[in-house]
């Protein structure tokens, strides 16, 4: 069975150790309470001035771009689309390539093999622009793709990189014909897309800063604001570039980037409890009034205080917690502040069974452990894909297939339901209507409208190949990949 414990927890412990950034900060987290070395205090800011407005968590990215232009949405990873998300069994309304699969060789720590199709996190931006819906991602073919949404037609050809292509593109949230997106090529890239082909502007090596430790991929999908990059890499460093986009005299994009800011994703402390030096950031950072949140396979979440960026200070570190083992899945950020986390359950630390792998942090809290949930019933276990908020809940699936309905104020099961595994597709919910898809090749849509109330399921339908991708949702129709080797359009006819 799985261990299925929701703990409140209140506030309590001394005032932690104050952290220089450089310094290897408390002996053990777990000692500290597993709490960050807090240099300022980090409450919720509001209005202008800040990089994040609070009273947009749940909303679309910004008023200049129509779309759904980045992995979950908005800086705070909470926004999922728009309806209507059909309640009947929906069509297949077209597949991308028709004929063939978006496959390739790649290596990793298992050696050389084929990948076909788009698997975690995969989802697409879907946006409109020159009086039609675009569909961009990357693939597992070497190749991000530029699409119409109505046909599955090629806008732009290809444009290939070095290596697959395993997260989620952005779109300039600023109307900027630009798509910014990592392979595992070595390279995190600028492209113009307002010319006959995608060009790429500009590069940067997962080398080009120091230390790193772990590998070269460029999984996490990067947020921009007011012209600045932010961006964690599997190199296990954060970045912040500044972009300085313009436009040239004939009219075409330009960029010139800075990366003005970078930082190690670990610290001592963090090498010492756990033994190892797989601590790449592998999830997507998320912002929040003035902090960005991100963790690392090491487990190690962290915030990082940009209010005085523009003024030429450097960030800070203003937060820090274990889970104890690899999170790979994005931190999202709720309208008070508050951080729901997924965590794999790998390492079997006991700092793991202390926290759990479904858990709620809130940054202003010495000890920011609120509750947690647990999911230890085998190893590899826990969580990949990133939660879902709705209403007074949010939503978590597992490596093992659960799917979880919890109380984000109490930490309560509300309801569970099994799916076939591997379940490492991030929850959707959109109009009420929960989509999630598992390893034998279905997307699933249950009504979560009453979220007191078990799941009632609406439909399923086969697509073929296991479906890690995220499925990005744009005026009802769902556009996902599968590990089968095809994109695939669903819909009403």
């Known amino acids: 069975m799985v261990a299925l414990v929701a703990v409140a927890v209140s506030a309590c412990g001394t005032e932690p150790p104050r952290f220089v950034p450089g310094t290897a900060g408390p002996s053990s987290p777990a000692a500290a309470g597993g709490t960050a070395p807090v240099e300022s205090a980090t409450g919720p ?44 069994t929906p069509d297949m309304l077209w597949q991308f390539p028709r004929t063939g699969g978006l496959c390739a060789k790649s290596t990793d720590a298992k050696g050389e093999r084929t990948w076909c199709g788009s698997g975690w996190t995969g989802q697409p931006a879907v946006f409109e622009r020159d009086g039609r819906t675009w569909v961009v991602f990357g693939a597992y073919d070497r ?87 932010f961006e964690g890499g599997e190199n296990s460093q954060f970045h912040v570039v500044k972009l300085n986009r313009r436009y040239g005299r004939d009219g075409k994009v330009t960029v010139a980037p800075k990366v003005v800011f970078h930082a190690p994703g670990w610290d001592a402390a963090l090498l010492r409890d756990i033994g190892d030096e797989n601590v790449s950031i592998e999830g997507s950072v998320a912002v929040y009034g003035n902090t960005v949140y991100f963790a690392n396979s090491g487990g190690l979440v962290q915030g990082w205080d940009i ?30 502040g508050a951080l729901y986390v997924g965590a794999q359950y790998e390492r079997g630390t006991a700092r793991s069974a202390q926290v759990g792998q479904m858990m709620k942090l809130d940054p202003k809290r010495r000890d920011p452990l609120v509750w947690k949930l647990d999911d230890r019933r085998t190893r590899p276990a826990g969580v990949w894909g990133t939660p879902a908020l709705y209403k007074d809940i949010v939503i978590f699936d597992t490596n093992g297939g659960d ?84 994109f695939h359009a669903i819909g009403v006819a």
Not at 309 to 334: E, N
Request: hydrophobic share 35%; charged share 20%.
């Open 307 to 336: 209010s005085g960026l523009k003024r030429g200070r450097q960030p800070t570190r203003v937060f820090r917690f274990w889970t104890g083992d690899d999170t790979d899945a994005t931190v999202v950020v709720d309208e008070t």
């Open 45 to 88: 800011a509001t209005g202008a001035g800040t990089w994040s407005d609070p009273v947009r968590v749940g909303m679309p990215y910004g008023d200049k771009v129509t779309g759904l232009i980045a992995f979950r949405g908005n800086p705070t990873r909470t926004y999922y689309g728009t309806g209507p998300v059909p309640r009947d």
């Open 143 to 229: 190749a991000v793709h530029f699409l119409d949404a109505r046909t599955g037609e090629r806008i732009l050809p290809d444009f290939p990189t070095g290596d697959i292509i395993k997260g989620s593109v952005t779109v300039d949230p600023d109307g900027f014909p630009l798509v910014y997106t990592g392979s595992r090529d070595n390279f995190f890239r600028v492209l113009a897309i307002d010319r006959g082909r995608p060009t790429e502007l500009w590069r940067l090596s997962a080398t080009a800063v120091s230390p790193t430790k772990w590998n070269n991929d460029w999984d996490g999908n990067a947020i921009v604001i007011d012209d600045y990059l």
């Open 403 to 486: 799917v979880f309905g919890v109380d984000r104020a109490t930490g309560a099961q509300r309801w569970r339901f099994h799916l076939p595994p591997t379940t490492w597709q991030s929850p959707v919910v959109v109009d009420g209507v929960l989509l999630v898809g598992d390893c034998q090749g279905f997307m699933h849509a249950y009504d979560v409208t009453d979220t007191a109330a078990e799941p009632k399921p609406l439909w399923h339908l086969k697509i073929g190949g296991c479906v890690e991708s995220t499925p990005a949702v744009w005026r009802g129709t769902l556009y996902l990949g599968t590990r089968a080797g095809a």
